[in-house]
T-cell receptor, first 112, second 114 residues
Framework: QKEVEQNSGPLSVPEGAIASLNCTYSDRVSQSFFWYRQYSGKSPELIMSIYSNGDKEDGRFTAQLNKASQYVSLLIRDSQPSDSATYLCAVIRGGSNYKLTFGKGTLLTVNP | ETGVTQSPTHLIKTRGQQVTLRCSSQSGHNTVSWYQQALGQGPQFIFQYYREEENGRGNFPPRFSGLQFPNYSSELNVNALELDDSALYLC?????????????FGDGTRLSIL
C-alpha cells in the first residue's frame, strides 16, 4: 500500500463547478496535511494546510480532514480555467516530523 | 520578503559527471529540504538541513550529499550521475523542523543526464 494515494485523473469539470480532489494516507500517526498546486513545468505552490479533523476554508478552497478514515480532501468552488493544474497531497507523519510524503498528484482540467 | 531561489534553472550533464545545485532559503527560514521529482511523479524527499546539520534523509544513495551554510543557504551535490537522476530538483524552506511548519518551494532545477 502506498503511503499517500491520489486518483491520478484527469479530473475534468466545467467552469463554475465544484472540483473535489481526494487523498488517502496509510500512516495513522500522520499529523500534518498539505495541498500543493503545480502548474505544468513549474514547482509546487502551497495552497492549504490542515492539522485537525474537520473543514478549513480559505477563499474558494476548502480542505477536509478525517483522521479516523485517514482521508483528506480539497474542494475548489467556482472552478476557473486558471485552476487547471496538478494537485499534490502531502503528509508529514508524527515522529519523523520533517519530510513531506507526496502522492502522485491529480490532474485537474477546468473547461471554459 | 524574498522567496526560495534556486540555481541554475536548467542543467545538462553526462553520465558519470558530478553536479552541484544551489538554494537560498526564504527570508527568516532556517531549514532547507531537498526533493527529487521525476516526470509524472510526486516529489521524493532526499534530505533536510537544519542549522547546518543533516536532519533526516530519504531513500537516496550516499552519492547524493548536501551542505547548509551559516546564512541557511544550501547545496545539493550528486556524484557519478546516472540516467535515472534526470529530474526536477526542488528545494523547500521552512521555519524550523516542526511538522506543522509549511514548506515553500523554489522554482527548481531541471537536470538532464545524457
Amino acid at each position: 500500500q502506498k503511503e499517500v494515494e491520489q486518483n491520478s485523473g484527469p479530473l475534468s469539470v466545467p467552469e463554475g463547478a465544484i472540483a473535489s480532489l481526494n487523498c488517502t494516507y496509510s500512516d495513522r500517526v500522520s499529523q500534518s496535511f498539505f495541498w500543493y498546486r503545480q502548474y505544468s513545468g513549474k514547482s509546487p505552490e502551497l495552497i492549504m494546510s490542515i492539522y485537525s479533523n474537520g473543514d478549513k476554508e480559505d477563499g474558494r478552497f476548502t480542505a477536509q480532514l478525517n483522521k479516523a478514515s485517514q482521508y483528506v480532501s480539497l474542494l475548489i468552488r467556482d472552478s476557473q480555467p486558471s485552476d487547471s493544474a496538478t494537485y499534490l497531497c502531502a503528509v508529514i507523519r508524527g515522529g519523523s516530523n520533517y519530510k513531506l510524503t507526496f502522492g502522485k498528484g491529480t490532474l485537474l482540467t477546468v473547461n471554459p | 520578503e524574498t522567496g526560495v531561489t534556486q540555481s541554475p534553472t536548467h542543467l545538462i550533464k553526462t553520465r558519470g559527471q558530478q553536479v552541484t545545485l544551489r538554494c537560498s532559503s526564504q527570508s527568516g527560514h532556517n531549514t532547507v529540504s531537498w526533493y527529487q521529482q521525476a516526470l509524472g511523479q510526486g516529489p521524493q524527499f532526499i534530505f533536510q538541513y537544519y542549522r547546518e546539520e543533516e536532519n533526516g534523509r530519504g531513500n537516496f544513495p550516499p552519492r547524493f550529499s548536501g551542505l547548509q551554510f551559516p546564512n541557511y543557504s544550501s547545496e545539493l551535490n550528486v556524484n557519478a550521475l546516472e540516467l535515472d537522476d534526470s529530474a526536477l530538483y526542488l528545494c523547500a524552506s521552512s521555519l524550523g523542523t516542526g511538522g506543522g511548519q509549511p514548506q515553500h518551494f523554489g522554482d527548481g532545477t531541471r537536470l538532464s543526464i545524457l
